[in-house]
């Protein structure tokens, strides 16, 4: 799951990070146009041997969990191994990336929901560096909804690939191998 904003006034921020990587993953992997589905837009389908779906909550970031309803009303869902979250990180600078298979939020608003959602913090999150934040910065908000600089849209925009690669090893190889092979 991807996390960002809904609407075109959000579109290029630091916030929407998630929804930039889930849009390329779509595109990577053959997969048909998001559709609305229920407080997601999702799209689906197979890679290898592997059901996917890649939800973009319509929700805004703060209440991202909510979207996750429907995932977690099945039977077979395990947050363990079945959810990765696409989350952006102050605490990264940009052009850099971590994936981990749990953790604390970290003052996240989005992943404090989807905690909160779970009843637990054990599920993957792949962190996407948008800081640092300027020192003596009071408005956290303005600084994650403000558009990124092309600058760092262009750094963003270079790590899609190596971030896409580490989904596709926790995929088929799982977290641990992921977190060893991309996380540096």
């Known amino acids: 799951m991807g996390l960002g904003n809904p609407g075109p006034e959000y579109f290029a921020t630091r916030h929407n990070a998630g929804f930039l990587l889930a849009d390329h993953l779509v595109g990577r992997w053959g997969l048909p146009p998001f559709r609305r589905a229920g407080l997601a837009r999702r799209s689906a389908g197979t890679i290898g041997q592997t059901a996917v779906e890649v939800l973009k909550p319509l929700t805004y970031v703060n209440r991202s969990g909510r979207a996750l309803g429907p995932v977690r009303a099945r039977a077979d869902f395990d947050p363990t191994g079945d959810l990765l979250v696409l989350v952006d990180d102050v605490?990264?600078?940009?052009?850099?990336?971590?994936?981990?298979?749990?953790?604390?939020?970290?003052?996240?608003?989005?992943?404090?929901?989807?905690?909160?959602?779970?009843?637990?913090?054990?599920?993957?999150?792949?962190?996407?560096?948008?800081?640092?934040?300027?020192?003596?910065?009071?408005?956290?908000?303005?600084?994650?909804?403000?558009?990124?600089?092309?600058?760092?849209?262009?750094?963003?925009?270079?790590?899609?690939?190596?971030?896409?690669?580490?989904?596709?090893?926790?995929?088929?190889?799982?977290?641990?191998?992921?977190?060893?092979?991309?996380?540096?």
């Open 91 to 184: 605490a990264l600078p940009v052009g850099r990336f971590r994936i981990r298979a749990g953790g604390s939020a970290g003052g996240h608003n989005g992943l404090k929901d989807i905690e909160a959602s779970l009843r637990g913090a054990n599920y993957a999150r792949l962190r996407i560096g948008v800081g640092p934040v300027p020192p003596g910065l009071e408005d956290l908000a303005g600084f994650i909804l403000a558009p990124l600089a092309p600058k760092d849209r262009e750094v963003l925009e270079t790590l899609l690939k190596p971030m896409a690669e580490a989904i596709d090893c926790w995929l088929t190889e799982g977290i641990e191998p992921a977190m060893n092979r991309f996380n540096r």
